[in-house]
C-alpha cells in the first residue's frame, strides 16, 4: 500500500541550529515529493518539490531536501533555524498516474526556542 | 501573487444548512481540481478529484451526496456541504493543476469551516 511516514510527530530546536525533517514514502510508482509548511489557521506554502534530476533541492527560506531513492526518504533540511520557522511541516507524495493528488504525511510540529 | 482563490476563508453555519465553498484559478486553465479536508491537528486527506466537464471521484468514505462537487468551467470548482453537522467542521482546501507550463500543482488558502 502506498504510504507516507513522517516518523517525528514534534521536534523542538534551538534557534540558530540545524534542522532535519524525516519523510520516508512507500510507492509502487516514481513519485513526485514535496515539502510544504503550514502556520497556524493559514493554508499550505509550497517550500520545495522534486520531480527528476538533481537529487539535492533547493527550496525557499532556506531549505532543501534530498531525494535518497534506495532509503525511500525525502527529509527536509536547514542549516540555521530562525523563530520564523515554527509551524507544522509536511511531506506529500503524489505520482504521474493520481495526475498530482497527494498523499500526505501526518506531519511534524517544529518549535523554536530562544 | 496567489495564483488559486479561495473563497470564503472562514464560514460559520448553523446545522443543517449548506455551505459552498469556491476554488478559482486566476491565472491558468486548470486541468484538475483537488479537495482536501483538515480536522484539527490532523493532516491532510484527499476528499475528491474534480475534472472539468465530467463527474468528481471521490475518495472511499465520502459521501459524494453531502460534499457537492461541480467543476463547471477551468477556472472554478466548487464543493458543496450539504445539511452540515458539527462533525463536518473542518479545514477544506483546494488544489489546482495547471494544464500548460509552469508549476504544475497549486494550493488555495483553505476555509475554515465551523458548524454550530
Known amino acids: 500500500a502506498q504510504s507516507v511516514t513522517q516518523p517525528d510527530i514534534h521536534i523542538t530546536v534551538s534557534e540558530g541550529a540545524s534542522l532535519e525533517l524525516r519523510c520516508n514514502y512507500s510507492?509502487?510508482?516514481?513519485?513526485?515529493l514535496f515539502w510544504y509548511v503550514q502556520s497556524p489557521g493559514q493554508g499550505l506554502q509550497l517550500l520545495l518539490k522534486y520531480f527528476s534530476g538533481d537529487t539535492l533541492v533547493q527550496g525557499i527560506k532556506g531549505f532543501e531536501a534530498e531525494f535518497k531513492r534506495s532509503q525511500s526518504s525525502f527529509n527536509l533540511r536547514k542549516p540555521s533555524v530562525h523563530w520564523s520557522d515554527a509551524a507544522e511541516y509536511f511531506c506529500a507524495v503524489g505520482t504521474l498516474n493520481s495526475g498530482y493528488a497527494l498523499n500526505f504525511g501526518k506531519g511534524t510540529s517544529l518549535l523554536v526556542t530562544p | 501573487g496567489a495564483v488559486v482563490s479561495q473563497h470564503p476563508s472562514r464560514v460559520i453555519c448553523k446545522s443543517g444548512t449548506s455551505v459552498k465553498i469556491e476554488c478559482r484559478s486566476l491565472?491558468?486553465?486548470?486541468?484538475?481540481m483537488f479537495w482536501y479536508r483538515q480536522f484539527p491537528k490532523q493532516s491532510l486527506m484527499l476528499m475528491a478529484t474534480s475534472n472539468e466537464g465530467s463527474k468528481a471521484t471521490y475518495e472511499q468514505g465520502v459521501e459524494k451526496d453531502k460534499f457537492l462537487i461541480n467543476h463547471a468551467s477551468l477556472t472554478l470548482s466548487t464543493l458543496t456541504v450539504t445539511s452540515a453537522h458539527p462533525e463536518d467542521s473542518s479545514f477544506y482546501i483546494c488544489?489546482?493543476?495547471?494544464?500548460?507550463?509552469?508549476?504544475?500543482?497549486?494550493f488555495g488558502n483553505g476555509t475554515r469551516l465551523t458548524v454550530t
Open positions: 488544489s489546482v493543476t495547471a494544464r500548460t507550463g509552469g508549476s504544475p500543482l497549486h
Open positions: 510507492y509502487g510508482a516514481t513519485p513526485y
Open positions: 491565472d491558468f486553465q486548470a486541468t484538475t
